[in-house]
């Protein structure tokens, strides 16, 4: 790789309600001690990019800017955007790719990171951010697949196809989450996990939202030359008139069908986790919401998560539980149901309960 400098981008949105209730909307698990006790996943995520990015935008929504702020006050050349609402990945992106843009220059390399994820070799990650910097400085939409270790259903798959230049291979089709049977099927012939990383220049995003979503790509070209010239009402007001769009569907899979996707396998060993779930939270110990085993007659692999003040936790004849007990919630579900623990939010804000979400 060129000494090309990289400049991060990290989406720090959304409810985390799949850790609910540990992650709330108003302190979402982007914040919590999750991965280390000591440091939050967004503290952690701005300290593994650090070494490797000339700057660091995050965007989150207005009700955290305050929150993040104060994360992230030790860390320099970080900048904070604040969305006035939130309309998915995509217009997140792709504000900051344009502001980057306009201040950098076309040929300018952003690499978009979620603020939520881990990763246990952080030497290997920068190693194949590096190689991901090369294959975008040659045009390409460039993302980092992981290699499964089990068929999954949690996450979507990434088909990749002939060598594009070494370490990188076309991404030939972006896949949803598929039902086990399909992803076995996945797994048998090379399909990597989509983790949700895209690496590119700030002029091949411009381009392919040019080509795959034209008015969006208008919308945010415009905004980012007026964006910081306008009040908060102008902006919110402009920012409604945005798509609410996933970057997934509105460039990668397109870009992937027109041959402008590239992706870079990352080993398994790279210990890579997007904590999506309880199920994947009980691979990773150490974060500050995790209790002692709880004492277990006939069950299986209980665990549990909660405070110091949590009560002792007794578990008899139920295997692969997991308990989360908080200071107004106290959630019993099974590692392979907890998928599920996102309908809860859900039913809490019909049922009039929206101080519990």
């Known amino acids: 790789m060129s000494d090309t400098q990289l400049h991060a ?40 990019l650090a070494p490797l990015a000339h700057t660091i935008t995050i965007v989150t929504g207005q009700s955290h800017e305050e929150s993040v702020r104060a994360q992230v006050a030790d860390y320099a050349n970080i900048r904070i955007l604040s969305e006035p609402a939130g309309r998915d990945s995509m217009p997140a992106i792709g504000i900051a790719s344009e502001l980057i843009r306009l201040e950098f220059g076309s040929q300018a390399i952003v690499g978009s990171f ?69 992803a076995k099927v996945f797994l048998a012939n090379g399909y ?12 091949a ?44 569907y509105a460039v990668a899979e397109p870009s992937a069908r027109a041959g402008h996707v590239a992706v870079v396998a990352a080993p398994a060993q ?41 009560p002792p936790i007794f578990v008899v004849g139920i295997d692969d539980c997991i308990i989360v007990h908080t200071a107004d919630a106290l959630l019993i579900t099974t590692a392979e149901a907890s998928q599920k623990v996102k309908e809860i939010p859900a ?3 019909e049922n009039g309960h929206p101080d519990l979400n």
């Open 9 to 48: 981008i990290i989406p720090a949105g959304g409810a985390g309600t799949r850790l609910w209730p540990l992650s709330r909307a108003s302190h979402p698990k982007f914040l919590l001690p999750l991965g280390r006790p000591e440091r939050s996943l967004l503290q952690a995520t701005v300290e593994r």
């Open 192 to 203: 990597l996990w989509n983790a949700g990383i895209f690496i590119m220049q700030t002029g």
């Open 114 to 182: 979620a603020a939520d994820h881990v990763i246990a070799d952080e030497q290997l990650f920068r190693e194949l951010v590096h190689n991901a910097v090369g294959a975008a400085e040659r045009g390409y939409i460039t993302t980092l697949g992981i290699e499964p270790s089990h068929p999954s259903t949690a996450f979507g798959y990434i088909k990749p196809g002939a060598t594009v230049m070494e370490g990188v291979r076309a991404a030939q089709e972006f896949v949803e989450k598929p039902h086990v049977e399909r």
């Open 270 to 310: 790279v210990g890579w986790s997007d904590l999506g779930d309880f199920k994947s939270l009980t691979h990773h110990s150490g974060g500050a919401y995790e209790l002692p085993t709880p004492t277990a007659v006939d069950a299986r692999s209980p665990h549990a998560y909660g405070t110091a003040e949590t």
């Open 205 to 248: 995003l411009h381009r392919e939202l040019a080509t795959h979503q034209p008015q969006l790509g208008k919308l945010l070209a415009e905004l980012a030359r007026q964006w910081y010239d306008l009040n908060q009402e102008e902006k919110t007001e402009r920012w409604s008139e945005l798509a609410a769009i996933a970057f997934d």
């Open 347 to 349: 039913q809490l804000k």
